[in-house]
C-alpha cells in the first residue's frame, strides 16, 4: 500500500524536544525527490515546516523554526526525522509528512503524497 506514516508526536512542555519520523512506502520513496513536513494548527492554514531533498542532500526550512529543528534523511531506511528542540506553544499543531517528485521544496502543491498526521501538543 502507498503511503507515508508518521510517528513520535506527543505532549511536552516548553523548551523540550521530540523526534518526529515519517517512514514512505517503497513505490512512494522511489518516485520521490522531496520528503517534508508539513503542520496545521487548529484554526490555521496548514504551513510548511521543513523538507529535504532525498536525491541530492539538502535540508530547507520555514523561518519560524530555523536553528531549533533538524530535517535528516536516514539513508538506510525510507524514512525523514525531524528532530524538534526549543519547542514553544505556537508550535503545537497536528505534523504532516508529504512526498513530491519534484517542484520547489516548500511549497505545498507540489506534494502529491501526505500522511494521517501526528499530534504535538506544546505546553507553556
Keep these: 500500500q502507498d503511503r507515508l506514516v ?12 521530540l523526534r518526529l519520523s515519517c517512514e514512505a512506502s517503497a513505490n512512494i ?3 520521490s525527490k522531496y520528503i517534508s513536513w508539513f503542520r496545521q494548527a487548529p ?3 496548514r504551513e510548511v515546516v521543513a523538507a529535504f531533498n532525498i536525491r541530492d542532500p539538502a535540508a530547507y ?3 519560524s523554526v530555523k ?12 524514512t525523514v526525522n525531524l ?17 513530491a517528485p ?8 507540489y506534494y502529491h503524497w501526505w500522511g494521517q498526521g ?3 501538543t506544546v505546553s507553556p
Design 29 to 31: 520513496y522511489v518516485v
Design 102 to 109: 519534484a517542484g520547489i521544496p516548500l511549497l505545498a502543491m
Design 118 to 120: 501526528t499530534v504535538v
Design 6 to 17: 508518521e510517528s513520535g508526536g506527543g505532549s511536552v512542555q516548553a523548551g523540550e524536544s
Design 43 to 45: 484554526g490555521k492554514e
Design 67 to 78: 536553528g531549533r529543528f533538524t530535517i535528516s534523511h536516514d539513508g538506510a531506511r525510507t
Design 61 to 63: 526550512y520555514a523561518d
Design 83 to 99: 528532530e524538534m528542540d526549543g519547542l514553544k506553544a505556537d508550535d503545537t499543531a497536528t505534523y504532516y509528512c508529504a512526498a
